[in-house]
């Protein structure tokens, strides 16, 4: 079967992050795949060897993706697609109309990526991809099985989770929890460099910039209030206690 | 005069064909094990040949290695030079039956011969009651048929001894009315005794069984070299070699380092024996099995999975299953050659388990359970008489699993993930790596490099929050007595000492690269280190890639500077009844037990006493060699080394070793003690004394 995993490149969630100039400061900063891509695209390995086909993985963002592209295919991935909008202005409508467009060059079965991305966390991108392309999708899957031309997913829902099936070709969207993320071997990282990895621009694709101009315009960023340090309340068991119980309710008004 | 002793021309013929028989199936036995050797990769044993020899030498005479352990180490002196020198005795004898000459006839020489082969008596008799009466542990007496063997080889020598001694005796009547030859035997109380039982033959039946029992003296002689083809225990034969062969230089320099550039290369770790040097092929070869390493090895005695000594074994067994080698001879064109046929060549192993296919090295020979409990703590090797390293292997088969595989514990997955975007295992965001040292007016080289050492804090002294607390001690002591220094900041990387024991070369080497580079800018020169892991690496590791500084652990340099009257150490405001964990590498990988004890003498206040398990027979906290980063099931390594730490009562433990740090206050929390006694590093101690 032929798959399409759809990947992001994203900070790292340890990384420092700075504003400067109303913009986040990307000196220096790690990336990484985004991990719930990590997820997507180990199903997608999962697939791959229990049902044979291949695995082609995409991307929309500047050239220095590459790395997470990179370790798609170190990780078993057999081709990619990486295209450069060219601009840093964009939101999910410009990347799901991209990979919408990219993706529907490619034979599919099955498009498989993140439910959400850890940087922005909009979780639009694949619902918006499968829209495009007038697919069926099912969000937030801890388990997948593939068999004939159907899909059964487990998907996460409020308080539970429900089996869902789809016919194919479907997207389908992962969850924490659907898999164990391989750790690439060194045969698949010197592979890897030898991989067909396509890197393309938007008239690559037949579009142009004002098709996919972002709709949402990020008017400010701010960090979120630095922490305050711990409040250590000393005394016997007793009166700390009933300190404390003040604390709570006339200084953090929760009780 | 022809010699009376000397065989017949009959007799001289016979012997050259049986000894010629003997010759060929020891010579055959030493081509077969070559080529079972040889099987392993290239590794470079043949330089510094002096210093190889003395050491076998040194080893062989004064066997300091086997004497560690009384005991057997006493079955093994008498064994070794019991037989080492009868041996010279049946030559003796040999050259007499041959030629009838007599090298030989001082009494003393007979006396000599005569304790020999007592020696080797006795100690062969102590050996069998080692191993079967008190059933020493570490030996691990097997089943009726895997003792064959040994008891062959037992029973060959002792029998040969025995018979020389019947031999002796009646040529001592044979010989008695021939001027000149009692003389010989005044000192040999052995044979002496035993011509006792013979008093009274005419001299011709002596001389008849003198020769019978000679004879029969020979064929287990023969039957020796013969045996070196065909049994599994030639461990006398080739452990001098091994010897000879052993790893030379820094001990903490002991792993190879992988080429990643080769382009060819397909795999990186030891998946199948030929993977392994040929030096990892010919150590089992030079076990005894004595179980010295098992019984210092701290995984085993926590019950797990793993015995060095199980590993050689099971590594001798599929070399042996894999190669079976035979040896053809052909004489073609006047020249000898030898060919040399594999049952199974090196290709078809690890096929599985399948229709006469060979095991598979990983899973169904060594499990991986083995492979993990390892901490290369080096106890292992620093008691193995034969200078086996186990540690090298153990690291191979991780590189399999690692590099080739991809198969290990997702902790060391979090961990590797974590090296290579935050270059420390923990996670943390690598900006934040310099932050313990805001305010405490420390230099950062990308400031300021005109400093004469770099203080390489490491991955704990600059995330852990309680290992912080040691960096901190450790600069207040540095600046106290005014030494020159500045630390790398956020272009610190780990060091990559876990990387590479739990198996991801690649990884190590990424992260060295990174750091001599850094190190290299800014023309470091020093380097101080506060933990033994990157003082292991930086000096011992770091010069395989270009990066050659002199190193020294922080315990060093406060002991020199203690000395130098630079630092004062006062009292600590307290009496402390400490005792002093010696890491595995500072102490067996570095030799250093002296400057941590030297810094707490100095400290008024300060009792120390000792362990029962310290110095290079220190037990691991079990952190090392990647542990700290994985999963321990079952007993734990740091809660057996507490409680030895606890049996002498302390009231604190002082440790060199930020991993150490941790794996005890763990094992006080575990046994509910950790109110009462605490861990200190030295450098907190002393630094609370300034």
């Known amino acids: ?255 | 005069m022809i010699n009376p002793s000397m065989l017949s021309t009959l007799g001289i013929v016979i012997f050259a064909i049986v000894g010629a028989i003997a010759l060929y199936f020891f010579f055959m036995g030493a081509v077969e094990l070559f080529s079972k050797v040889t099987l392993g990769q290239s590794t470079s044993r043949n330089d510094q040949l002096g210093t190889r020899l003395w050491g076998v030498i040194n080893h062989a005479v004064g066997q300091p290695k086997i004497l560690r352990q009384a005991e057997g180490g006493i079955m093994h002196f008498l064994h070794f030079w019991g037989i080492a020198i009868f041996a010279l005795a049946i030559v003796h004898l040999m050259l007499e039956r041959l030629f009838g000459a007599v090298l030989f006839r001082s009494p003393v020489w007979y006396l000599i011969a005569d304790i020999a082969g007592l020696f080797a008596l006795v100690g062969i008799l102590y050996s069998g009651f080692r191993r079967y009466v008190q059933k020493v542990p570490r030996l691990d007496t097997g089943s009726w048929k895997e003792e064959q063997p040994i008891v062959l080889l037992i029973l060959m020598i002792a029998l040969m001894v025995v018979f020389y001694f019947l031999s002796y005796g009646c040529k001592i009547v044979a010989t008695a009315s021939i001027p000149g030859e009692p003389e010989r035997y005044t000192l040999a109380f052995i044979s002496s005794w035993v011509a006792s039982w013979f008093v009274g033959l005419n001299p011709v039946t002596a001389r008849f069984w003198e020769f019978t029992f000679w004879w029969i003296q020979m064929i287990f002689a023969f039957g020796l070299l013969v045996s070196f083809r065909y049994s599994p225990v030639i461990h006398p034969a080739v452990a001098p070699l091994n010897i000879f062969m052993r790893h030379l230089g820094p001990k903490g320099a002991n792993i190879e380092s992988i080429n990643f550039e080769d382009e060819e290369r397909e795999t990186f770790g030891v998946n199948k024996i030929a993977d392994f040097t040929w030096k990892d092929l010919m150590d089992p070869y030079a076990c005894a099995e004595c179980g010295r390493c098992q019984d210092n090895c701290p995984a085993y005695l926590t019950e797990k999975p793993l015995s060095p000594k199980k590993i050689l074994a099971e590594i001798k067994e599929q070399i042996e299953e894999t190669v079976a080698p035979k040896v053809a001879v052909s004489t073609a064109g006047g020249h000898i050659s030898f060919a040399v046929t594999k049952r199974a060549e090196a290709a078809e192993e690890g096929e599985g388990n399948k229709e006469g296919k060979v095991k598979k090295l990983i899973g169904e020979r060594i499990s991986p359970d083995e492979i993990w409990a390892c901490t290369t703590c080096r106890a292992c090797q620093e008691e193995c008489p034969v200078f086996n390293e186990h540690i090298v292997k153990v690291v191979g088969l991780r590189r399999a699993l690692v590099l080739d595989e991809s198969d290990f514990p997702g902790e060391a997955q979090l961990a590797f993930t974590n090296m290579e975007r935050n270059s420390n295992p923990w996670g943390i965001g690598w900006q934040t790596r310099g932050d313990w040292a805001t305010d405490l007016g420390v230099k950062v080289l990308s400031e300021d490099s005109n400093v004469e050492y770099l203080y390489y804090v490491g991955c704990a002294g600059s995330f852990d929050e309680r290992v912080k607390k040691v960096s901190v001690s450790l600069v207040k002591i540095l600046q106290a007595a005014g030494v020159s220094f500045g630390i790398l900041g956020v272009e610190e990387k780990c060091c990559g000492d876990s990387a590479r024991r739990l198996g991801n070369e690649y990884l190590f080497q990424s992260l060295v690269q990174e750091n001599i580079e850094n190190m290299l800018n800014y023309k470091v020169k020093k380097i101080i280190t506060a933990c033994p892991h990157c003082f292991n690496t930086l000096k011992n590791e770091y010069p395989q890639f270009g990066g050659t500084f002199e190193v020294i652990h922080h315990t060093q340099l406060m002991a020199r500077l203690i000395q130098e009257g630079k630092i004062k150490a006062g009292s600590g405001g307290e009496n402390l009844k400490i005792t002093y964990h010696d890491s595995c590498y500072l102490g067996r990988y570095n030799d250093e037990y002296a400057a941590p004890r030297q810094v707490l003498r100095a400290i008024s206040g300060l009792q120390i006493v000792e362990m029962k398990r310290n110095l290079n027979k220190g037990f691991c906290c079990g952190a090392g060699g990647g542990r700290m980063w994985l999963e321990e099931h079952g007993k734990r390594i740091n809660t057996a080394r507490t409680e030895q730490a606890l049996a002498v009562n302390p009231e604190a433990i002082a440790v060199n070793c930020p991993f150490c740090l941790t794996m005890f206050e763990d094992g006080l929390k575990d046994k509910e003690v950790s109110e009462t006694i605490k861990t200190y590093d030295v450098a907190e101690l002393l630094a609370r004394t300034i």
């Open chain 1, 1 to 255: 079967m032929k798959i399409v995993a759809l990947v992001k490149q994203t900070f790292d969630s340890e990384a420092k992050i700075a504003l400067e100039g109303g913009k986040i400061n990307r000196q220096g900063i790690s990336l990484i795949m985004n991990p719930y891509d990590e997820y997507a695209v180990e199903e997608a390995l999962k697939l791959k060897e229990k049902h044979g086909g291949e695995v082609t993985v995409v991307t929309v963002g500047p050239d220095e993706a590459t790395e997470a592209v990179r370790q798609a295919l170190a990780m078993g991935a057999d081709q990619s697609i990486l295209v450069n909008p060219g601009t840093e202005d964009i939101d999910e409508y410009t990347t799901a109309k991209i990979l919408a467009k990219a993706v529907s060059g490619l034979e599919y079965d099955l498009i498989i990526g993140g439910f959400r991305a850890i940087d922005d966390g909009s979780a639009q991108v694949a619902g918006r991809v499968a829209e495009i392309l007038n697919l069926p999708v099912v969000n937030m899957v801890t388990k997948l099985e593939v068999d004939g031309g159907k899909a059964i997913a487990t998907s996460d829902i409020e308080g539970g989770s429900a089996v869902m099936e789809v016919p194919l070709p479907a997207v389908i969207t992962a969850q924490k929890g659907l898999n164990e993320p391989r750790y690439p071997s060194m045969k698949g990282i010197m592979q890897a460099k030898k991989k067909p990895l396509k890197k393309i621009g938007l008239s690559d694709l037949g579009l142009d910039a004002s098709q996919v101009a972002a709709k949402v315009k990020v008017l400010s960023y701010s960090l979120p209030p630095a922490r305050a340090a711990g409040k250590i309340i000393p005394g016997e068991p007793a009166e700390a206690a009933a300190a404390l119980a003040k604390a709570l309710r006339e200084e953090a008004k929760i009780i």
